[in-house]
Structure formats: C-alpha cells, structure tokens
Nanobody
Framework: QVQLVESGGGLVQAGGSLRLSCAAS????????MGWFRQAPGKEREFVAG????????YYADSVEGRFTISRDNAETTLSLQMNSLQSDDTAVYYC???????????????????WGQGTQVTVSS
C-alpha cells in the first residue's frame, strides 16, 4: 500500500509556471506506475500525464503535451509535474495516483489506478 500527498498548487497568472510534487510513503514506490490527473468543477477527472515504474517512458494528454513534464525520483519516493505556459483551461484540482502490478504500462483512466492523493488546487488567472 502507498499513501500519496500532493503539494505545490496555487494561484498563477496565465503564461506562468508551477511545479507540483507528490510525496509517497513506503519503500515500494519503484513498483508503481504513477500518474497525474485533474478535475475541474462540473467535469470528469481526466488524465494529464503518466510515467512507468522505472521512469523510462512518459505519456501526456494532448492538451498538455509540450507544456508539462512528469518526472519521478524513486530514491526520494517523489513524483513531480512541471507545468509551464499555464492557461486558464488548466485550472483544476490536480491529483497524483499510483498503480501497482502494471509491468511497463501507463494507465490513462482513473479506473487504472489503485491509490490517490487528496489533490491540490491549481488556479490560472487570465
């Protein structure tokens, strides 16, 4: 089992940057594929980015490709999301998620993940 705690959210102007972090408990972090999702008011939770257990592959939603970068540090058991060129459409609660026993696959739906953090609010003002 893993516990996830996000941080780094806040208010930023359009065009600005934020870096989200997700601290994971436990010594088995390297056995989980990890993902970032977001949910805006009145909308479904959507996939943002994912990374394999080893960090050798990444996958992004089209809407953030080229602006966001997901990374992980298995030694420090942390997951990060660097968000650049933020737009008002990026406003949402951002969640990190973990999936165990997934080999080298990156799930892209909420149902594909076992564990979730509590979320951190990102607000982009235009």
């Amino acid at each position: 089992q893993v516990q996830l705690v996000e941080s780094g959210g806040g208010l930023v102007q359009a065009g600005g940057s934020l870096r989200l972090s997700c601290a994971a408990s436990g010594r088995t972090f390297a056995t989980y594929a990890m993902g970032w999702f977001r949910q805006a008011p009145g909308k479904e939770r959507e996939f943002v980015a994912g990374i394999t257990m080893s960090g050798d592959r990444r996958y992004y939603a089209d809407s953030v490709e080229g602006r966001f970068t997901i990374s992980r540090d298995n030694a420090e058991t942390t997951l990060s999301l660097q968000m650049n060129s933020l737009q008002s459409d990026d406003t949402a609660v951002y969640y990190c998620a973990a999936r165990s026993n997934v080999a080298n696959f990156i799930p892209t739906t909420p149902a594909g993940y076992n564990y979730w953090g509590q979320g951190t609010q990102v607000t982009v003002s235009s």
